[in-house]
């Protein structure tokens, strides 16, 4: 769960990446809307850098709080924990495959597959919480 913790950091922090060196966001979002002054080209760069650190902050909690769960050996951790992978996987799916009115996709498709990442790491977590014998 803390692989989990720790390619969710690294998938927030990846848009800020890209922000500073490569421009893959707002190439993008330049490319969908042609006719957009750069400044608002920035301006729904830096809204998507605002909604993806939500996301990420969230992802953050929600591995935090679930990794005290199955520590403490709650009876609740995995169904919590499975639920938790089904939300994370169908942000992280959406991240991917939403598409937005210019009729591409809203991120990237680097910034896409990044933002799956740590639902390998939950795929992960939520077969070995089911294969082990219940806590009593």
Known sequence: MYAGLALTVLA????Y?????????????RAGYPTYPQARVDSAATTYLVVLSVI???GVLAWLATAWAVKAGKPWARPAVTVVFML????????LLAKDTSG???LPSALGWAGMIPCLAGVVAVAQLWRRPRPT
């Open 12 to 15: 927030t922090i990846a848009p």
């Open 17 to 29: 990446i890209d922000h500073s060196t490569t421009h893959l966001l707002a190439d993008h979002i």
């Open 56 to 58: 990420g902050a969230l």
């Open 88 to 95: 994370g996987t169908s942000v992280g799916l959406t991240g």
């Open 104 to 106: 591409a996709t809203g």
